[in-house]
């Protein structure tokens, strides 16, 4: 199964009103669309329908967390917001995630391949277990939406479509990505964009990590510029 990151408004995401690479890619061939897509192109008025719900979801949320987060749950929901994709794919989250929990980890010893059940990693245990101040905790807690603000917690909740999923800050990301570089690679920027122009061809964690690592802080940098959410699909 594919895992694209997307970046906008919460309106166009659920609208489909958005295209994954696959779809980009088949749609300016000519060919086909993916089987199992079922996102469409032009939603306006389907945007216009489910706006409200998605306003009505972030004001539940807000009350909900009270003063947990001291911070206006407020972003762009209307359709001009700027919208932006990226496909790490699981083995490149994956790595990332394994390569997170490592680097925080150091008494063990990294797998050199992304393990097939790698969500139960042993270095992964240990980064989530309670009672566990993770360096890198928007990354390794099985977050799927970061929004796009200032808190330090992550929590689990409802989504628009009422699926429990885990969430955090598009600002904590980014400063815990940056920390993973300063700890772990302590590349420049050119470099950490140069990992995303290609997958690797050696699948190995660290390479699979740097490719996704790349994606992330580039959505990242987005969703905090234009301050929209960022969220996992697959």
């Known amino acids: 199964m594919a895992l694209d990151v997307y970046v906008g408004s919460l309106t166009r995401y659920y ?12 749609r300016k061939l000519g060919a086909p669309r993916p089987a199992g897509s079922g996102k469409l192109i032009d939603a306006t008025q ?21 003063e947990r987060v001291d911070a206006l749950l407020d972003w762009d929901e209307t359709e001009a917001a700027r919208w ?24 063990l010893r990294a797998p050199e391949t992304l393990p097939e059940e790698w969500d139960d ?7 989530t277990a309670d009672g566990f101040r993770s360096r890198y905790s ?10 796009p603000v200032a808190f330090e917690i992550t929590f689990e909740g409802d989504d628009v479509d009422g699926r429990r999923v885990v969430m955090g800050s598009v600002t904590t990301l980014r400063r815990q990505l ?30 699979c990590a740097r490719y996704a690592f790349s994606l992330l802080t580039d959505l990242a940098q987005r969703a905090h510029a234009e301050r929209l959410p960022m969220k996992l699909d697959h």
């Open 15 to 26: 609208a489909g009103a958005w295209e994954n690479l696959a779809e980009t890619t088949a």
């Open 46 to 66: 389907s945007q216009d329908q489910i706006r409200p719900k998605v306003i009505a979801w972030r004001t539940k949320l807000a009350k909900a967390l009270g």
């Open 84 to 107: 932006f994709t990226h496909r790490p794919g699981w083995d490149g989250f994956g790595s990332l995630v394994i390569w997170a929990a490592y680097a925080e980890n150091p008494t």
């Open 121 to 127: 990693d042993i270095a992964l245990a240990r980064s």
């Open 138 to 147: 928007h990354l390794v807690r099985n977050v799927e939406m970061w929004l």
């Open 178 to 207: 940056a920390d993973l570089n300063a700890a772990t690679w302590k590349a420049s920027a050119d470099e950490i964009a140069a990992w995303g122009q290609m997958p690797p061809e050696r699948r190995t964690v660290e390479g």
